[in-house]
């Protein structure tokens, strides 16, 4: 797996901890997953029952990389201030970068993310832009500064899987080098496991474990797919064909008619 | 003084983001603030005077995805 900014994680697991049943179950996730990282949000506080505090402890508690987001923001300058804040209350340079353009979908905004991981990168930021699997827009980020691409699976929180397995594979093929890891719209493990096969480095991955009617099973599931592809990846898989090829030997079959 | 507090109106009496996350019960807090859109980082809060209808976030930590 390649490095995310200098730090190699221990697996390919990304998770989310919004929408679980209750903070327990939440933990549980990350144990029996061993998800290498957590991503994380603010929001308004309040100073009577300050709910953040308590959450916080339970990241801390989990020992994982964390990655805060700016999930919500739809302009640059929302996202660049957000940013600005989670880097002071997580004390981290890493950010989950997103710029919303389309709320049917939340398709990122690919302008205003680029213009956004600019301005991060130059104040000393590590973005891990939301993105979409297009190549240019990706081209752009690297320019900015970006050294990982998180292109969408499919629209956050639908469980379709990878919309566009072309496209996510010549990403894959175009930058051989760049970290690059799904984000977003993965249901079921095997849909991690394709992404994983392709040469993706990681998937980040929320509402199929948080919703799932087991979640903590449902988070070791996506662990061992994980797995499973990236072994496949480097196990080098054999090209499809068209037509059979019998993998019985025919030489040596004796002659029955 | 008037002000914005997380999108509530409130009537603080306070010179200072400083004081203001003070008085409304943030003191030692994991919080982040910003000041009418603009961040201003916990070093600042003490030198930073709040003027009447600014708009003042307290964010904290939360589950994201």
């Given at each position: 797996?390649?490095?995310?900014?200098?730090?190699?994680?221990?697996?390919?697991?990304?998770?989310?901890?919004?929408?679980?049943?209750?903070p327990?179950?939440?933990?549980?996730a990350?144990?029996?997953?061993?998800?290498?990282?957590?991503?994380?949000?603010?929001?308004?506080?309040?100073?009577?029952?300050r709910?953040?505090?308590?959450f916080?402890?339970?990241?801390?508690?989990?020992?994982?990389?964390?990655?805060?987001?700016?999930?919500?923001?739809?302009?640059?300058?929302?996202?660049?201030?957000?940013?600005?804040?989670?880097?002071?209350?997580?004390?981290?340079?890493?950010?989950k970068?997103?710029?919303?353009?389309?709320?049917?979908?939340?398709?990122?905004?690919?302008?205003?993310?680029?213009?956004?991981?600019?301005?991060?990168?130059?104040?000393?930021?590590?973005?891990?832009?939301?993105?979409?699997?297009d190549?240019?827009?990706?081209?752009?980020?690297?320019?900015a500064g970006?050294?990982?691409?998180?292109?969408?699976g499919?629209?956050?929180?639908?469980?379709?899987?990878?919309?566009?397995?072309?496209?996510?594979?010549?990403?894959?093929?175009?930058?051989?080098?760049?970290?690059?890891?799904?984000?977003?719209?993965?249901?079921?493990?095997?849909?991690?496991?394709?992404?994983?096969?392709?040469?993706?480095?990681?998937?980040?991955?929320?509402?199929?474990?948080?919703?799932?009617?087991?979640?903590?099973?449902?988070?070791?599931?996506?662990?061992?797919?994980?797995?499973?592809?990236?072994l496949?990846?480097?196990?080098?898989?054999?090209?499809p064909?068209?037509?059979?090829?019998?993998?019985?030997?025919?030489?040596?079959?004796?002659?029955?008619? | 003084?008037?002000?914005?507090?997380?999108?509530?109106?409130?009537?603080?009496q306070?010179?200072?983001?400083?004081?203001?996350?003070?008085?409304?019960g943030?003191?030692?807090?994991?919080?982040?603030?910003?000041?009418?859109?603009?961040?201003?980082?916990?070093?600042?809060?003490?030198?930073?005077?709040?003027?009447?209808?600014?708009?003042v976030?307290?964010?904290?930590?939360?589950?994201?995805?």
């Amino acid at each position: 797996m390649r490095d995310f900014y200098g730090t190699a994680l221990s697996n390919g697991l990304m998770l989310g901890t919004a929408q679980y049943p209750s903070p327990a179950i939440l933990a549980g996730a990350f144990k029996r997953s061993g998800a290498s990282v957590a991503t994380v949000s603010l929001r308004r506080e309040s100073g009577q029952d300050r709910a953040g505090q308590d959450f916080w402890q339970l990241i801390r508690d989990l020992g994982v990389h964390i990655l805060p987001n700016t999930a919500g923001c739809h302009s640059v300058k929302e996202a660049v201030t957000t940013a600005h804040m989670a880097r002071e209350v997580f004390d981290t340079k890493w950010i989950k970068l997103e710029v919303i353009g389309e709320e049917d979908t939340l398709q990122p905004d690919v302008f205003g993310l680029v213009d956004a991981a600019r301005i991060l990168t130059e104040d000393g930021f590590q973005v891990f832009p939301y993105t979409t699997e297009d190549l240019v827009v990706a081209d752009k980020l690297l320019h900015a500064g970006c050294e990982v691409l998180m292109p969408w699976g499919a629209p956050i929180g639908s469980g379709l899987g990878l919309n566009n397995i072309f496209g996510l594979r010549a990403m894959r093929a175009h930058f051989p080098d760049v970290p690059l890891v799904i984000d977003a719209g993965l249901g079921l493990p095997s849909q991690a496991a394709a992404a994983m096969e392709m040469g993706y480095d990681a998937v980040l991955l929320n509402t199929a474990v948080a919703k799932a009617g087991d979640p903590t099973a449902m988070a070791e599931a996506f662990a061992a797919s994980i797995k499973g592809g990236q072994l496949a990846h480097a196990a080098d898989p054999m090209e499809p064909r068209d037509m059979a090829s019998p993998s019985t030997p025919v030489i040596g079959k004796a002659f029955l008619e | 003084m008037k002000l914005l507090l997380n999108g509530a109106l409130i009537d603080a009496q306070v010179a200072t983001l400083a004081d203001l996350i003070a008085i409304e019960g943030f003191g030692g807090a994991k919080v982040a603030t910003a000041v009418n859109g603009t961040f201003i980082p916990a070093l600042a809060r003490v030198d930073h005077i709040l003027s009447v209808g600014d708009a003042v976030e307290v964010l904290a930590p939360m589950q994201g995805g």
